[in-house]
């Protein structure tokens, strides 16, 4: 029996989460793709991907809390096998109608898969570390994908960007089929007869979950429209590749530096005061007309929402022990990013790439409100939160 802390587990659990989060990568090639092969205005380009995150939110959202009762297993590995199913046939039409359904039915199967991923990851001895260690797995795949991509496009037109997709959702499946694990954690809630009698999550839980969505929000109107802000602002192709690959290396380090920082800082003023970097650089990214800014602000954008987002996976998965909370992680991001391309891409249309900074910066106001209300429950024990106490005790000193 394949455990989740195995080289074995682990390493489908790692695709698994790569293939998932597909779209926190491949946004700025996605979109732009969509916009110069496939000649889409960028509110259409953009209203695609809103699609594929709509349909995994959704199907996350219906899985999330029926995690306990489904065989997790086959659900991972037919929704990664029909996501590929889905990304092939994107890649032999022009046809937005055809494209707009692929792009939903690929999501509801991407997102099917990724729920019950990270569910399982909440079931793990310490989910905080093998989030972490996720975190770093699709940093290493970022580079792979940002730095062979866009050649791979130019070489072979825009349908093959769909094909390397569906390929990553095969490998997915394959590593699922022979290794996805089987809880390493007993947990007391995997019994019928208590699911049914489950208590409703707590508000500090659902203020976490929102502003999560948030995060990811405020993170996918700016990648979305990445790599087309390069080029309207007069930087090379090779420039705007460059900064894509300094992105795809600089979200190796953020995962496995909060996995080291778990002990050390208070999780909930990270949580809380993240954020605000997501605002900054995104300022700097819409607004700057010089390159190295450019270059460092997305990147290090995606750094603020990895380093955040480990510590929030961690958070939710001991204040809800029944793996709930965190199997609902891809609708937490995909809801957020679902809507994100759309608004970027009306924003573009109708004002000004500008404009995305500052619709950031509302955003993150709203994060930092929600986050706030999270670590003030916790520290203040103002919850029925089960192992609040265990928290307490790692937070406290160093709130």
Known sequence: ??????????????????????????????????????????????????????????????????FNKIQVKVAAVLGFALAMLAFILSAKTHSFPVLAGLHLLGGMAAGTA??????????????HRIFGIAGLAIGIFGVIFLGGTPGIIQQFGGASMFLVMAGVMGLAALACLFFFPKPTRTVEFDNYEQIKNLPPLGKPVWFCMIGVAILAMTQAMTLSFYERIGLERGFSRDMVTMALIIYGIVTIFPAPLAALMEKKVSVTAIITFGPIFQAIFSLLA????????????????????????????GLLARLDPTGRAVAGTPAMLMVGAAVAPFISGT????????????????????????FSRTRKAVLAGQTKIPVLAKIEEETQPTA
């Open 286 to 313: 819409t607004n700057s007309h010089n390159y190295m800014v450019y270059a460092l602000a997305g990147p290090f954008m995606a750094f603020t929402i990895l380093f955040v987002h480990t510590f929030a996976f």
């Open 114 to 127: 990724l729920s019950v991923t990270h569910g399982t990851m909440g079931h793990g001895l310490n989910p």
């Open 1 to 66: 029996m394949v455990k989740i802390e195995s080289k074995r587990g682990m390493l489908a659990l790692m695709l698994a989460h790569c293939a998932g989060m597909v779209d926190l990568v491949a946004l700025p090639i996605w979109v732009g793709t969509l916009i110069a092969h496939y000649h889409f205005d960028p509110q259409q380009a953009g209203g695609l991907a809103t699609l594929f995150l709509i349909g995994a939110a959704g199907a996350s959202i219906y899985f999330a809390p029926r």
């Open 347 to 370: 924003l573009v249309k109708f004002i000004s790439f500008e404009a995305i900074g500052y619709a950031c910066c509302v955003a993150v106001a709203v994060q930092v409100f929600l």
